[in-house]
């Protein structure tokens, strides 16, 4: 298994619907996937997605927005409500049975990879950084850099992020790993092998190129709408946007949401997702983190492959997308990083980025142990 697939994929300057060209590829599967990008919806792991051209320009203006604020107050934790006959702790036992923590079944899951190929899927902020207030201070702690890099040793790796490639690569720094940045709509192989040595062929795919005018143009209108909201703040992630209240008074999210509500009006080719205190803005395509683990697969030559076990962690709601398609593929897990409770296609849990790096530990460790006598290893 090679993390270098020796192929260059650019996006076409011809549709924004999204059709891509090969510049360079030996490989079959690359073409393929240009020709026929994997069809889905524009899903937003079932969460609230507030696209403009259907709702924004509903008459009834103030009834929207509240449904706005409404989603925003859920947005962090989003917690599943537990039913009346179940007590709080009934509760997170019953989801703790259904979501058990990916470290107590470490061995069932390590079982269940046997004689697979597993490839690692990481998002960042919540997943390998804790969250904080300001979100260009997000970084990694060396130790969990560390880890990350034993992973990428022994497995295929990629970061999934929302955050923009370069920047999400300036927390990481490890050339070894693919980036899938913009949550998946700009994704980068490794610049060096695990051998460090450096990488002359990868792939690039950004099949959002052409509404990079348009995120501009609007990053710099929410700049100057949202100035007059005390601890709002706009991050260009390249091919997306965010807008974070994470230090935004409650009683001012109305106001926020009514001034992105009023730049995004002009737009109606992008939509609104959520993620933790953040408003996410980014084009309709059909591209999600869901698509970028299918196409990240394929690039590594598991398209069509049984015995691959592609093993996802993430704490956001658009992680589900790639939750999801782990499911629909019956290959590998999801693992939700969260400690509520919260509707989840992952199949596992961790409670925060220290235990997603014991996980990763046990298995960089898991995977240098020699195999017992008459076991094969994969
Ligand atoms: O896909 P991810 O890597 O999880 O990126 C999703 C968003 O993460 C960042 O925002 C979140 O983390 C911040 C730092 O801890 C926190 O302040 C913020 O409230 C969170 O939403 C990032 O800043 C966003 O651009 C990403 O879209």
């Not at 990916?102 to 997943?127: C, N, P, R, W």
């Not at 049984?306 to 709601?317: K, Q, W």
């Amino acid at each position: 298994m090679t993390n270098n697939p020796n192929v260059v994929i650019s996006d076409s300057k011809s549709s924004i619907n999204m059709a891509i060209t090969v510049t360079v590829s030996n490989s079959s599967i690359f073409q393929a996937t240009a020709q026929k990008p994997p069809a889905g919806p524009t899903s937003t792991g079932g969460y609230i997605s507030i696209s403009r051209s259907t709702r924004l320009l509903q008459p009834d203006g103030r009834a929207r927005i509240k449904t706005w604020v409404d989603s925003m107050r859920a947005s962090s934790p989003s917690r599943i409500k537990p039913t009346s006959s179940l007590s709080d702790h009934d509760h997170n036992s019953s989801w703790m049975l259904h979501h058990p923590s990916a470290l107590e079944m470490f061995d069932q899951i390590i079982d269940a990879s046997k004689g697979k190929q597993i490839v690692m899927f990481l998002d960042y902020d919540g997943t390998l950084s804790p969250i904080v207030d300001d979100p260009d201070r997000a970084f990694m702690s060396d130790a969990m850099r560390k880890t990350v890099k034993k992973v990428a040793r022994s497995f295929p790796t990629a970061i999934v992020s929302g955050r923009r490639r370069d920047k999400v690569y300036g927390f990481v720094r490890l050339g070894e790993l693919y980036y899938a940045g913009s949550h998946g709509m700009d994704i980068k192989g490794p610049t060096k092998d695990s051998n460090y040595k450096k990488c002359t062929q990868s792939v690039l795919f950004q099949p959002a190129s052409e509404f990079l005018p348009m995120i501009d143009q609007v990053y710099k209108q929410l700049v100057e709408k949202t100035k007059s909201t005390p601890g709002a703040k706009v991050e260009n992630n390249k091919f997306c946007l965010s807008v974070h209240f994470r230090c935004v008074e409650e009683k001012k999210w109305s106001e926020l949401a009514q001034q992105v509500k009023s730049v995004l009006k002009d737009f109606p080719k992008l939509r609104l997702t959520q993620g933790r205190k953040v408003l996410e803005i980014r084009p309709t395509i059909k591209w999600d983190k869901g698509k970028a683990l299918e196409f990240l697969l394929e690039s590594l030559g598991f398209g069509n492959c049984s015995d691959v076990f592609p093993v996802y962690i993430g704490d956001d709601r658009t992680d589900e997308d790639a939750f999801k398609i782990i499911r629909e593929r019956g290959q590998g897990f999801g693992i939700l990083v969260s400690k509520f409770p919260k509707e989840t296609s992952a199949s596992y849990s961790l409670r925060e980025p220290s235990e997603v790096m014991y996980f990763l530990q046990r298995l960089a460790e898991w995977k240098k142990r020699p195999p017992l006598p008459g076991q094969c290893e994969m």
